[in-house]
Each structure stands twice: as C-alpha cells, then as structure tokens.
C-alpha cells in the first residue's frame, strides 16, 4: 500500500502564501489523488482538490481561484499551492489517494466528499493555521 508523507504546513497571516508538499513512496497509480482539510471543529475531511488519472484537476468552490494542485511524477510528489489565504483555511490538511476509484469519482472528492474513510488512503497530515 503507498504511504503518503505531507509537508509544508505553517502559521501565516491572512493574504499570504503557503505550498504543501506530498511524497508518495512509490510511483503514482491511483486514480485519483489529492488535498483534503478538516477543521478543528470538524469531525470530517472535506475535498479541497483532487487530479484524475489522466491529468484533470477538479477544485472545490473554496479552492477556486486561490489554490493550485501540481503533480511531478518525477518525484512521486504532489503540490498544493495556496494564495490569498484566510482564517477560514486553518485546518489540518491532507494528501490521500483513491486506486480504484470509477470515472466521476475524482470530482466528486473534490466538491462533495465529507468523511474520513472510503476507498482513500491518508498521509498523516500537515496543520496550517491562518491568522487575521
């Protein structure tokens, strides 16, 4: 099974910028793969942004605009660039992959997945915390 080690994680003022790293132990094959974060407060994980397969990147409606996922195969890593972020963003984030999910699953981690089980498997997280 692949472990999945994140980084990156940090204590920033609101409008600042944070890059989260995650290093799979081993070439990527799932079929999808991607961010997820759970407030303090939270007893779920919810999707921030999930690549497919063959490349596509879904983002959920928070991530829009202000976060980007970027993939080095090369590395087996996967990226999240965060921009303009606010307090609302502290959570603890986390990189997790899904190897047999069927076609539409990887948008549906993004914009609708609420949970911590699944078909996902989870690196041990990274905490950001944004403050005003």
């Known amino acids: 099974q692949v472990e999945l080690v994140e980084s990156g994680g940090g204590s920033v003022q609101a409008g600042e910028s944070l890059r989260l790293s995650c290093v799979a132990s081993e070439a990527d094959s799932s079929k999808c793969m991607g961010w997820f974060r759970q407030t303090a407060s939270g007893k779920d994980r919810e999707g921030v942004a999930v690549i497919s397969s063959n490349g596509r990147v879904v983002y959920s409606v928070d991530a829009q605009g202000r976060f980007t996922l970027s993939k080095d195969n090369a590395k087996n890593t996967l990226y999240l660039q965060m921009n303009t972020l606010n307090p609302e963003d502290t959570a603890m984030y986390y990189c997790?992959?899904?190897?047999?999910?069927?076609?539409?699953?990887?948008?549906?981690?993004?914009?609708?997945?609420?949970?911590?089980?699944?078909?996902?498997?989870w690196g041990q997280g990274t905490q950001v915390t944004v403050s005003s």
């Open positions: 997790a992959a899904d190897l047999s999910a069927p076609p539409g699953t990887c948008a549906w981690y993004a914009r609708e997945y609420s949970g911590t089980g699944g078909a996902l498997t």
